[in-house]
């Protein structure tokens, strides 16, 4: 998943450069834990405080890209006893066998993790066998509510009958609307609306999921993956499909030009597609204790609440929610209802024929043809 509206700095460069140097230097001791995760990911004090606790010494490295932590496991060696990928990314690599199975007792937090979540994350890891979720996120609706309001008349957006019936995206032409440019994360908002399954590998489902999508297609500005966040925060367009943490940025960015133009987020009530950035042990790591120690830490709700009140995502621990800020659970953009939630899809890793026809039919959407 792109880097979920994460500022990615380029001081991490260099940390990595040292840091992935110092990772193949280090010999296995138990009293050191390699640790990798997205920058910008964690609490100030959280390595600290388990450090103190453990007597284990840390070394934190980040990464801004699955495709750069993907690289590292898929070589081999990479150093690392725990690592943070996303979901989608975590299927293929199981399936690589660059992961260790979980040892559920050696967990005995795992009972604080939300059900939900974790029902929604084994489409890419059955039974949960190989990781838990960490922080995750939605792909839902972002929009300008003055706007929206003078084109359609109404203060919010809650359905995806806004954009996916051709009447009502067409009076929204004028001001602005893009999805993201991802056959993998938009055809199924099309499936889920039909009522079919989002990780489907039928060819007449994704032909019906394409059909909608021309139907809608001469109202749809543009399709981009990023373009949107500051396309939203200066007003150039009033509705795009994309990312929670991209849309919260632009949110941010908007206020911070002197709060001029309003962004609002929504999860459409029919559901919408999830991301999950995960934690696994790989299973070349060399202080496996060590990774059973962090992960139980990370599993305490006092923990979790403190790196979300710093990240302002949401975490996969049911039990930390009473101690997030009140600001952070309040917002549904953040932290959805339980109803909403329970209607979340992971996106699914699916088999490579799939993928091309999703493409194939792609390619056919963004042209108009």
Not at 102 to 117: I, V
Not at 190 to 197: E, I
Not at 280 to 297: C, L, Q, R, S, W
Not at 333 to 344: E, F, M, S, T
Request: aromatic share 8%; glycine share 8%; net charge neutral.
């Amino acid at each position: 998943m792109k880097a979920l509206g994460k500022k990615l700095a380029g001081k991490t460069l260099l940390a990595l450069s040292v840091a992935g140097m110092m990772a193949g230097a280090v010999h296995a001791d138990d009293k050191v834990l390699h640790v990798y995760n997205w920058s910008d990911y964690i609490a100030p004090d959280t390595i600290a405080n388990f450090e103190k606790e453990s007597g284990i010494k840390v070394v934190y490295d980040v990464f801004d890209s699955n495709e750069t932590l993907e690289a590292k496991l898929l070589a081999g060696k990479s150093g690392y006893d725990v690592v943070v990928p996303s979901n989608n990314f975590l299927a293929k690599q199981i399936k690589a066998g660059v992961y260790q199975e979980l040892d559920q007792s050696k967990l005995p937090n795992w009972k604080n993790l939300n059900q939900d979540l974790l029902k929604a994350v084994s489409v890419s890891d059955p039974g949960n066998k190989h990781a838990f979720p960490y922080m995750w996120g939605s792909i839902g609706i972002g929009y300008n509510p003055e706007k929206v309001k003078a084109a359609l008349g109404v203060d919010t957006i809650d359905s995806w009958d806004v954009l996916l019936k051709p009447e009502n995206i067409a009076k929204l032409k004028g001001c602005g609307v893009s999805f993201l440019d991802s056959p993998t994360e938009m055809l199924p908002v099309a499936l889920h609306y039909l009522g079919l399954p989002t990780d489907t590998q039928k060819k007449e489902d994704i032909k019906k999921a394409e059909d909608l999508f021309l139907k809608i297609r001469p109202s749809i500005t543009y399709f981009h993956s990023s373009k949107y966040i500051s396309d939203l925060a200066n007003g150039n367009i009033c509705v795009a499909v994309g990312y929670s943490g991209d849309v919260q940025q632009a949110k941010s960015r908007a206020a911070e030009a002197g709060d001029k133009v309003k962004v609002s987020y929504a999860i459409p009530k029919e559901g919408a597609g999830s991301f999950f950035d995960m934690v696994a042990i790989p299973k070349d790591a060399e202080n496996v204790e060590g990774a059973y120690k962090f992960m139980t830490f990370l599993q305490k709700p006092e923990v979790m609440a403190g790196i979300t009140n710093a990240v302002r995502f949401p975490n996969g621990n049911a039990a930390a929610t009473a101690l997030v800020a009140k600001d952070i659970t309040s917002d549904p953009g953040i932290y959805p209802p339980a109803d909403v939630q329970a209607k979340l899809y992971a996106i699914a890793d699916l088999p490579a024929a799939t993928q091309r026809e999703m493409t194939r039919s792609w390619t056919k959407i963004k042209s108009g043809k």
